[in-house]
């Protein structure tokens, strides 16, 4: 077997993780013995090998018509990036955009090809292309391209696109766009609908009229009594009032008081639905985000109304974007004048409840609200558990008493039918005596069993005959009759007279 070529490489490359075959292993037959792959060897061969299997990016992505001079890549110095921004835009062109030339990276931006620009290749874009300063510095470099580093190459090469920043911006609005719709604008239907519904309730109108009526007669003597109304920032706190034995709280009481009294409004939770989706919402925030939008909108109109005028072959950004700028604008105001009503009906409410809606805000208004409803809702249940032990205990008891009752008269009535002395109830005694001696039931079981027997019949005969045929009386037998039994077992002649 000829040995095999040894390759020197110029650029690390990828390993693949085999097991070889010893050739001592292998026989004369073996297939191994008579390959000779030195034949299949190619220029191009080894070239895509290590454009492709290197284990660093490739070195080279050159401007078509450029010339290919990897082995300079390490020499050439930047012009006008600093480190730090030529390495990010490496480690960029080295992920998803690795197999990609400048140019068609290029040409994906122009006609908006969002299979290449996804959100994470934007962002990265937006954020480490250089400034328009130094893209315009960089093009005055655009005749000796081949001695600029890579990064420096690739910016070149998207320098030609107007205001591309913007373009890329207008992209990733336009991929974002119907996620921030679906994100404000339940938000903004939700805090307009629960305005309406805590102002219009009348169960819930009912509950802060007892809440006024409780906290006045408690601060009677105070200077917080005779109060007109109260922040509803108050109502979270009415659990903090305990009551005397420090087991249950004010809103206890006032659940109470309501299911007893005004059972109708225990189920004005059901009148505001929408405060708990308000209590998420930041108004700042919907505001914050129309402005975005807003924003978004004027300058992609503006790199809409500049693509007119820039006559591109590749540039599809006019067709591409034209309708979607149209569409968004058209979203946009119909969530502007939504957002604007809502602002009307907070301030509404505001001005209803007596309070500065920029001091205290849509958010904290509606969780305010949100947690005396829950608070509410608990205070039910645990009432209801209460009242349940309550009664649980109140049968347990009387249950209890009445054993004991009926124990007791047990006991009298066992002592009555045993107590001869009372005078007082002696007849009584006696007549239950007799009822018992008549009935049996004054008898032990073994004694209705024994005078329930059949009489055994044993008498004069019996013994007679026992002595006759040779046995003799019973020691327990009355003296009489055994001297009778002897006689009668010695005379002759007197058998046929026994009985």
């Not at 082995?71 to 992920?95: F, T």
């Not at 008549?438 to 019996?462: C, H, T």
Request: aromatic residues 6%.
């Amino acid at each position: 077997m000829k040995p095999k070529k040894k390759w020197q490489l110029e650029i690390p490359m990828k390993r693949t993780n085999w097991k070889t075959i010893q050739p001592q292993k292998l026989s004369e037959k073996a297939f191994w013995v008579n390959v000779e792959e030195d034949r299949l060897v190619s220029p191009d061969l080894i070239e895509g090998l290590s454009a492709k299997f290197s284990s660093k990016p490739a070195s080279k992505k050159i401007k078509e018509g450029g010339s290919d001079k990897p082995s300079s890549k390490k020499l050439r110095e930047l012009k006008v990036l600093d480190g730090k921004s030529a390495q990010n835009l490496l480690i960029l062109l080295g992920g998803s955009l690795k197999y990609m030339s400048y140019d068609d990276i290029k040409k994906s931006i122009l006609s908006c090809d969002e299979t290449v620009l996804t959100d994470s290749v934007l962002q990265a874009l937006i954020q480490y292309i250089p400034s328009p300063e130094q893209l315009k510095k960089l093009e005055e470099y655009k005749d000796q391209y081949d001695n600029l580093a890579e990064a420096e190459q690739f910016s070149v090469t998207l320098a030609s696109i107007k205001r591309l920043v913007p373009r890329l911006k207008s992209i990733s609005f336009k991929q974002h766009f119907a996620e921030m719709v679906q994100d404000i604008k339940p938000d903004i239907v939700a805090a307009t609908a629960a305005c309406e519904e805590v102002r219009d309730s009348k169960k819930f109108a009912k509950v802060l009229e007892l809440v006024l009526l409780v906290g006045n007669y408690l601060n009677s003597g105070t200077k917080n009594a005779q109060a007109v109304g109260f922040e509803m920032s108050y109502l979270p706190k009415l659990t903090s009032t305990k009551d005397a034995e420090n087991k249950t709280t004010l809103l206890h009481y006032l659940v109470d008081i309501i299911e007893e009294k005004f059972p109708e409004i225990l189920t004005f939770s059901e009148e505001v639905i929408h405060v708990d989706r308000a209590s998420r919402v930041s108004m700042d925030g919907i505001q914050k985000t129309l402005k975005q939008m807003d924003n978004s909108i004027r300058n992609l109109e503006t790199d809409l109304k500049n693509a007119k005028t820039i006559a591109s072959e590749n540039d599809k950004f006019l067709e591409v974007m034209g309708n979607f700028a149209k569409e968004a604008r058209d979203q946009y105001d119909v969530l502007q004048r939504m957002g604007t009503k809502m602002g009307v009906v907070y301030q509404e409410l505001a001005e209803y409840f007596a309070f500065d809606p920029l001091k205290y805000t849509l958010d904290e208004f509606f969780t305010d609200i949100k947690t005396f409803k829950d608070s509410f809702l608990q205070c039910h249940k645990d009432n209801c558990k209460l009242r349940e032990t309550e009664e649980k205990i109140r049968r347990a008891r009387e249950a209890k008493e009445k054993a004991e009752r009926e124990k007791q008269e047990r006991q009298a009535k066992k002592k009555s039918l045993v107590d001869m002395n009372i005078a007082d109830d002696q007849e009584g005694v006696m007549d239950s005596l007799l009822e018992a001696l008549q009935n049996g039931s004054a008898f032990s079981r073994d004694q209705r069993r024994k005078r329930d027997r059949p009489p055994r019949a044993v008498g004069g005969a019996e013994r007679a005959n026992r002595v006759v045929n040779g046995g003799t009386p019973r020691a327990d037998e009355p003296k009489s009759i055994q001297r009778d039994s002897h006689r009668i077992a010695f005379c002759p002649g007197t058998e046929r007279d026994v009985g």
